[in-house]
């Protein structure tokens, strides 16, 4: 079993910036592929970052790209998304995600263990 913990959300204006953690059990944290997604109030969960363990690459969501950072640190089994530049629409509760190999990085389906969630909330 992994258990993933989300922490570092909050409340911040517009063109602020945040940092969540997720901090992952488990003693291969450094081969699962990890990512962030977000659920607005009355939207689906959608995909918003990836790092592959393979290689280390990283994938986002077209909402995301340039104003968010994902980060690993295997040393210490977390992983990060900095966000920057945000916006009201990024107002969501952030879930991080572990999945054990390598499949596709979008779908929720793809992922085998789940956190608990971060509120982050954006006023304009």
């Known amino acids: 079993q992994v258990q993933l913990v989300e922490s570092g959300g909050g409340s911040v204006q517009a063109g602020g910036s945040l940092r969540l953690s997720c901090a992952a059990s488990?003693?291969?944290?450094?081969?699962?592929?990890m990512a962030w997604f977000r659920q607005a109030p009355g939207k689906e969960r959608e995909f918003v970052a990836a790092?592959?363990?393979?290689?280390?690459?990283?994938y986002y969501a077209d909402s995301a790209k340039g104003r968010f950072t994902i980060s690993r640190d295997n040393a210490k089994n977390t992983v990060y998304l900095e966000m920057n530049s945000l916006k009201s629409e990024d107002t969501a509760v952030y879930y991080c995600?572990?999945?054990?190999?390598?499949?596709?990085?979008?779908?929720?389906?793809?992922?085998?263990?789940w956190g608990q969630g971060t509120q982050v909330t954006v006023s304009s």
């Open positions: 995600a572990a999945q054990i190999g390598l499949r596709t990085i979008m779908p929720t389906g793809s992922y085998d263990y």
């Open positions: 488990g003693r291969t944290f450094s081969s699962y592929t």
């Open positions: 790092t592959i363990w393979i290689g280390g690459s990283t």
